[in-house]
């Protein structure tokens, strides 16, 4: 069973970085699609950005320009460079990984403040 393990939340400035990672465990393939979503309070989770095995990726408009997402397929392991972040982008952060069936990760908190 593929399970998720996220990393690297916290509490940073207005205008700092951060950088997410979420480790696939238990595949032995290489997942299709991973990507991150957030949920913000008493908001809808919402796409961030997403990467397929194959390279393609996609953003959110809020977060185009300032956001980076790769991933190593080797490791089945994704990656969020989060930089010039803002107050909006307070929220839960969570993996997904999409390969047949839909996993989560248990989210990881990112406060921005102002």
């Known amino acids: 069973q593929v399970q998720l393990v996220e990393s690297g939340g916290g509490l940073v400035q207005a205008g700092g970085s951060l950088r997410l990672s979420c480790a696939a465990s238990g595949s032995g393939f290489a997942i299709n699609r991973m990507g991150w979503y957030r949920q913000a309070p008493g908001k809808q989770r919402e796409l961030v950005a997403q990467i397929t095995s194959g390279g393609t990726i996609m953003y959110s408009d809020s977060v185009k320009g300032r956001f980076t997402i790769s991933r190593d397929n080797a490791k089945n392991t994704v990656f969020l460079q989060m930089n010039n972040l803002k107050p909006e982008d307070t929220a839960v952060y969570y993996c997904?990984?999409?390969?047949?069936?839909?996993?989560w990760g248990q989210g990881t908190q990112v406060t921005v403040s102002s």
């Open positions: 997904n990984a999409v390969h047949g069936v839909v996993i």
